[in-house]
């Protein structure tokens, strides 16, 4: 009997909120294989998180070469075969990752969990688009031999906001989100209001989004000049530590609040007809959602009803 260490690979290649939906997979992955050496696949903008989390012992990098790339596509051929993986957990499950189940080949392939044709552990449920998220993980998991999977978790994180000197009990909103999809946003000016809002109550609201969402807290502190900006300031280990001491988040649907759930925050989040809060929402007990087929319509007071201000 061979005494060598099993080697598992994970796959995940982002986005925010898909990667950090996947983390409670990823948790149930290191119980059920825990003797196991375990590496993650993904790309560039999530490899830091990778690393900090205990759920993987290495990381890897996807560049996701192309078929315009052929010499991209043997290296990382030959670094998948290298790795001498038993089992791959498609946790992507897009053309792009059943695609490396077929770039392993031919010959003998480790047991792979996904719906790659010629899977070992398929995932078969016809309606899997049809499911949220982390049903259809879980659902995937089990298919392979793992009963219990936790809903993601990033209370583990560790990131340092002594520097932002905050109060206890501010409030963290997240107006921002995808450029290009304008029709997922409430408007900056309702969260303006609702900034002013917090303020009368006696709590800090807090902004937080990359730095090209700086003009939607400008607009939110012309309402509200006690409403602290942090936009450009926070990387994600930040985002998660912030949420873990916040009263509240209020966003919209975008990574950053399904980062700020994980991290254990009470949340409100914001849907447009867009999307289907049905498929994505974050989960949790103090996780509220409101959806409006046209996010400006939705008033302020709904938003302010559904946490306590003061």
Same mark, same amino acid.
């Given at each position: 009997m061979s005494l060598e260490?099993?080697?598992?690979?994970?796959?995940? =290649?982002?986005?925010?909120?898909?990667?950090?939906? !996947?983390?409670?997979?990823? +948790?149930?992955?290191?119980?059920?294989?825990?003797?196991?050496?375990?590496?993650?696949?993904t790309t560039a903008p999530f490899a830091g998180l990778g690393r900090d /989390?205990?759920?993987?012992d290495r990381v890897w990098i996807d560049e996701k070469p192309g078929l315009a790339d052929p010499a991209g596509l043997f290296r990382l051929r030959r670094r998948l075969l290298e790795g001498s993986?038993?089992?791959?957990?498609?946790?992507?499950?897009?053309?792009?990752?059943?695609?490396?189940? +077929?770039?392993?080949g031919p010959g003998r392939r480790p047991e792979w969990s996904g719906i790659a044709r010629g899977a070992s552990h398929p995932h078969r449920n016809p309606e899997r688009d049809f499911m949220h998220t982390l049903d259809r993980q879980a659902e995937q998991l089990r298919d392979a031999g793992i009963g219990e999977v936790p809903l993601p978790d990033l209370t583990w994180? +560790?990131?340092d906001i002594s520097r932002f000197g905050l109060e206890p009990g501010y409030f963290l909103l997240i107006p921002g989100g995808a450029a290009h999809r304008p029709e997922k946003r409430w408007p900056a000016a309702h969260y303006g209001e609702l900034a002013a809002?917090?303020? !009368?109550g006696g709590a800090t609201p807090v902004v937080i989004g990359s730095a090209a969402?700086?003009?939607?807290?400008?607009?939110?502190?012309?309402? /509200?000049?006690?409403?602290?900006?942090?936009?450009? +300031?926070?990387? =994600?280990?930040?985002?998660?530590?912030?949420?873990?001491t916040a009263r509240h988040a209020i966003g919209n649907d975008t990574g950053p609040m399904h980062v700020a759930v994980a991290g254990g925050c009470p949340a409100t989040i914001l849907y447009s007809a867009a999307s289907d809060p049905?498929?994505? !929402?974050?989960?949790g007990a103090k996780v509220t959602v409101l959806r409006e087929e046209n996010l400006a319509d939705l008033s302020v007071e709904d938003v302010a009803a559904t946490f306590p201000i003061r």
């Open positions: 260490r099993p080697r598992i690979l994970v796959i995940k =290649l982002g986005a925010l909120g898909d990667f950090v939906q !996947a983390l409670g997979p990823a +948790k149930a992955i290191r119980a059920h294989h825990a003797d196991a050496g375990i590496t993650l696949l /989390c205990p759920f993987f993986f038993t089992r791959v957990y498609d946790l992507q499950t897009s053309d792009r990752s059943g695609f490396y189940f +077929k770039l392993m994180i +560790k990131g809002r917090i303020a !009368a969402e700086t003009p939607l807290a400008s607009t939110i502190r012309d309402h /509200c000049p006690e409403a602290v900006d942090l936009t450009g +300031k926070t990387a =994600l280990p930040e985002i998660a530590a912030l949420a873990s049905k498929l994505t !929402a974050p989960r």
